[in-house]
């Protein structure tokens, strides 16, 4: 029988799990040697400058070209894997994509599922929607299965239990599966293997994300290491494809770059062990294979970041990760504290799109924009421009229509007030005189606490004298 | 309206006024970094492989059936999966005639449903063909079909692929043209470059996650 997975809700803000984060000095060992590693190994992995940018500009316009062209894209991938007797369902939000996963999971009285690795399925929360309804859904990624055990969510999105080193992973197999404690991680993964193997077997449905959507062939691309990718979409009878509308690629032949790209930049290997390209239902003649293959193209707000051409750059995303292995604040409050589904630099600037800057409104600002996630981009999306533009959505007034879902989250009239005053002091010589001189004179008074400045640093105390004084001063005593 | 003209409209009215952007794909970024001498080919091959746990002869195609039973016996193996109806399956069971080894030889010849806890739990090896390799990432093409199904190189601990030394192309671009793959796609067509691994647990590379925990490739060369 299957149960409910409590997951461990995320209390706080951003600010609030950031300090709890930043206090807690396992979280930030197991983060700073996993990003190290990380770094180096995607460098190791690009040894030519000149290959690797022509690589990246070419992966940029093969994105650039499908978005440009998405929705008819998006036709002839329908049109293609129908052909190929896929059958295609388009959902506009996670609340449906979850009802029509259900809908076919209930047509074939199924009640065990399992799940290859897919971040879609992590926006649809889709192990609670489908475990509140007596079906259980089972991780099968090393990973986030180790996640799911836990009641936890994914904090990298290709190393989802990053933030567990070994003696954790061991404690938990211990208490959850009754096994014995071993610091091997070899066993560790092998006792995995063995607890996955049954629920492959059993499964009466396996659910899988995309990595590349191919228009041309109707060919559902996935990349993965461990195999249960192509066991999820194998072993059972039906196979449920999950994946976001911007996944789409015209032709086979882009993908070649863009792989390239993907493996290099996540993971610093020339490619992974498998990469499987699925294009179509177990056939009349074969012997395996699901006899049912679906692909449910969701959209939760990817369109409405479409709707606008600088924010559209967003969607290039290939999920590789490699934005947030190089991010100084990601490395050091991990990925829980984003509180969401994506977190580091692409988190940033693609859940604002997903849930409203309501929910995320510290989001665009948890970035000291050194650029280094633009930079290692592998499809050049240039994310520390995307943050800025979602700094001026967060604080529009209503009256200048924010462009993002829920902009002007942070909109504050006092705020506004404030620098009104200031580009008023600033236009006006005669004002500005006279507030020097008053500062000047009266700089005890300013105020002992300016928001958050003060909780780290010392208020700022105005000179006694100011620098035109100064200047004038030094004038008067002419050369010395 | 339905989901799916709501987001196409959304996306339609997006690009009101706008032009596709031009196909400026430059297959040369995908192919020059990537070209080998015919003799450094398989060199590169093996190296790849190699360095991800990969076992790899090369033999002539007399040799590589006595190389199976070798690789079988001294892993004390009961059983291999493979597949009589094609050339390479055929001359694995004249082989097995003349030689009487002891693991038994089983065939993939009835749907999934009908021994999935046999294949998922008792099955030692299986040796399955390869319609290729890529020199430039150190990768076998599977074009799994009737004969040898997908699961077939996926379950058994052990995965034996054959290879022709002549088949291995430079790199993934060349191998798709060459054999025209945008034509048409079987249902699942596969690239594999080393046995299951997983480094989920800090990093830390572990072999046989899922699949196959040991892969081993025959390079056959010609004649």
């Known amino acids: 029988m299957s149960q409910r997975i409590p997951v461990k809700e995320l209390t706080d803000s951003f600010r609030g799990r950031a300090v709890g984060a930043l206090a807690d000095d396992q979280l930030r060992t197991n983060f700073r040697v996993a990003m190290d590693s990380l770094m180096k190994k995607r460098a190791d992995a690009f040894p030519d400058e000149e290959e690797r940018e022509g690589l990246r500009e070419l992966g940029n316009h093969i994105k650039a070209r499908a978005l440009s062209r998405v929705p008819d894209l998006l036709e002839q991938l329908e049109t293609r894997l129908t052909a190929n007797g896929v059958k295609v369902h388009w959902a506009e939000t996670t609340e449906e994509a979850n009802r029509i996963v259900h809908s076919i999971i209930e047509a074939k009285q199924g009640s065990q599922v399992v799940k290859g690795k897919s971040m879609v399925s992590e926006e649809m929360e889709m192990n609670d929607y489908l475990a509140e309804r007596n079906i259980e859904c089972l991780e099968s990624d090393m990973g986030e299965y180790i996640v799911q055990l836990d009641g936890e969510k994914p904090s990298h999105i290709i190393m989802p239990a990053i933030h567990k080193n070994r003696f954790q992973v061991s404690r938990l197999f211990h208490d959850k599966l009754g096994v014995d404690e071993t610091e091997d991680v070899n066993e560790l993964i092998q006792i995995g293997r063995r607890t996955l193997r049954q629920k492959f077997l059993e499964a009466d449905v396996g659910v899988s994300g995309v990595n590349f959507a191919i228009a041309e062939t109707g060919t559902l691309l996935l990349v993965e290491n461990e195999g249960n990718g192509r066991m999820s979409t194998t072993a059972p009878p039906v196979h449920i494809a999950v994946t976001g509308i911007e996944k789409v690629v015209e032709n086979l032949r882009d993908v070649v770059p863009l792989l390239s790209l993907l493996t290099r930049s996540a993971l610093g290997q020339p490619i992974t062990t498998y990469v499987n390209m699925i294009s179509g239902p177990r056939k009349a003649d074969e012997l395996d294979g699901p006899e049912e293959v679906h692909l449910v193209l969701l959209d939760n707000g990817r369109s409405g970041a479409f709707a606008d051409a600088q924010l559209r750059q967003t969607l290039n995303c290939i999920r590789c990760g490699a934005c947030m292995n190089h991010c100084p604040v990601y490395t050091r409050v991990g990925g829980h504290t984003y509180g969401e589904v994506y977190p580091g630099p692409i988190g940033k600037i693609i859940t604002p799109h997903m849930v409203g800057l309501h929910k995320v409104p510290d989001h665009p600002s948890a970035s000291s924009l050194c650029g280094a996630c633009g930079e290692v981009c592998p499809v050049k999306i240039p994310i520390p421009e995307m943050l800025q533009r979602l700094r001026q959505e967060n604080v529009k007034s209503p009256a200048e229509q924010p462009k993002v879902k829920d902009g002007g989250a942070k909109y504050s009239r006092k705020e506004r007030a404030i620098w009104r005053f200031w580009a008023s002091l600033n236009t006006s010589p005669v004002i500005y005189r006279l507030f020097l001189w008053g500062a000047t004179r009266f700089g005890k008074l300013a105020p002992k606490n300016v928001g958050p400045w003060t909780e780290n640093h010392s208020a700022p105390v105005p000179a006694r004298r100011s620098l035109h004084d100064l200047a004038k001063a030094h004038l008067n005593q002419g050369d010395r | ?223």
């Open chain 2, 1 to 223: 309206m339905s989901a799916r003209s709501n987001i196409l409209n959304k996306l339609r009215a997006g690009l009101a006024g706008t032009t596709p952007r031009p196909d400026d794909f430059d297959e040369g970024l995908v192919t020059r970094p990537w070209q080998y001498a015919p003799e450094d080919r398989i060199t590169r091959l093996r190296s790849l492989m190699e360095a991800v746990h990969t076992e790899i002869h090369q033999l002539t195609t007399e040799e590589w059936p006595s190389k199976v039973q070798e690789l079988l016996e001294s892993r004390g193996l009961k059983n291999v999966l493979y597949a009589p109806g094609t050339e390479h399956g055929k001359l694995l069971a004249e082989h097995w005639q003349r030689a009487e080894p002891r693991p038994e030889l089983l065939v993939y010849d009835r749907p999934i449903e009908e021994w999935k806890e046999e294949l998922f739990w008792q099955v030692d090896a299986s040796v399955t063909g390869t319609v290729g390799g890529i020199a430039a990432t150190g990768s076998l093409v599977l074009w799994p079909d009737r004969h040898e199904p997908r699961l077939m190189s996926l379950l058994p601990p052990l995965h034996i692929a054959l290879l022709k030394a002549s088949e291995v192309e430079d790199n993934l671009y060349g191998m798709m043209q060459k054999h025209n793959w945008s034509a048409g796609l079987p249902t699942n067509l596969l690239l594999v470059s080393g046995p299951s691994k997983t480094a989920d647990i800090e990093q830390v590379l572990a072999y046989g996650a899922h699949g196959p925990k040991e892969l081993v490739v025959l390079i056959l060369e010609d004649g």
